[in-house]
């Protein structure tokens, strides 16, 4: 469904690459502490207990055995490709790492770990303006607003729901970069299960929309005209999948997860 904290990761990355040798594992763990990356931090209005948070966040992401493991098996191969010279076109790929390694371990966590994130992220859409949502979900939003928005989002959070959903980010990230077992899909089956659960109660959520005509229409007129209310869709099957209960909940959400 969302692949925001990848940015979050990305900015960390930049100052891992830039002029720095092949290894980059003292750098990774020592990144928590770096004045430029805590004084960034606070530019994007991480403060007091929220500012702790995510500095202990990169802290925990770096030190973890098993993501710096699957980082560096990754990255060696990575710098080897590109005869160990630093590019944007390796930052990219780093980037792309770290968003596969998130997404595959997604269907390994515990639902209440997913029902974490998820709630977290469709809140974000909720939060942000119409226009906005629908560029972002389009893919014309800019990475630099996007930051914007998914941190003044963020620094609202309470606490604990902050600390929690970085928590569950960095499982998530810990069981992708594992390697020791694979992501498991939902089956063709499963699948429609969730299709007979989910869509019945995104039906009723339409037909009380003020808009529901068009709504509709776009829903059976194809991605070139649901592009249009991407955002609106957005809600409305996030707030269908959290309105289920016990395991078809949790499959509906992982569903949204990784569709």
Not at 2 to 16: G, K, N, S
Not at 112 to 141: H, K, T, W
Not at 198 to 218: M, N, R, T, W
Not at 240 to 247: I, M, R, T
Request: glycine share 8%; proline share 4%; hydrophobic share 40%.
């Amino acid at each position: 469904m969302i692949r925001l904290l990848i940015a979050v990761f990305a900015l960390a990355w930049t100052p891992v690459f830039a002029g720095s040798p092949p290894s980059t594992v003292d750098l990774l763990r020592s990144l928590h502490l770096d004045p430029g990356f805590r004084q960034d931090l606070r530019k994007r209005g991480y403060t007091g207990e929220r500012f702790e948070i995510m500095v202990d966040h990169t802290r925990r992401l770096y030190s973890d055995a098993e993501i710096v493991g699957g980082l560096e098996r990754r990255i060696a191969g990575i710098l080897e490709r590109n005869g160990y010279k630093v590019s944007n076109g390796l930052l990219v790929s780093v980037d792309t790492m770290m968003t596969q390694a998130y997404t595959s371990g997604l269907s390994r966590l515990t639902a209440a770990e997913r029902a974490q994130l998820f709630s977290v992220d469709a809140g974000f859409y909720r939060a942000i303006p119409m226009r906005d949502c629908n560029r972002m979900l389009n893919g014309r939003l800019s990475g630099e607003r996007t930051q914007k928005l998914l941190d003044a989002y963020l620094v609202q959070l309470p606490p604990r729901s902050l600390a929690a959903y970085y928590a569950a980010t960095r499982q998530a990230m810990r069981l992708g970069l594992s390697g020791r077992s694979r992501s498991e899909v939902l089956s063709a089956s499963e699948i429609r299960a969730v299709e007979e659960a989910i869509f019945p109660v995104v039906d009723q959520i339409i037909g009380a929309q003020k808009h529901a005509d068009k709504l509709y229409d776009a829903w059976s007129g194809g991605p070139a005209k649901a592009g249009r209310y991407a955002c609106s869709f957005n809600q409305i099957f996030s707030a269908a999948a959290l309105n289920l209960k016990g395991p078809t909940r949790d499959r509906a959400i992982l569903y949204m997860m990784t569709q």
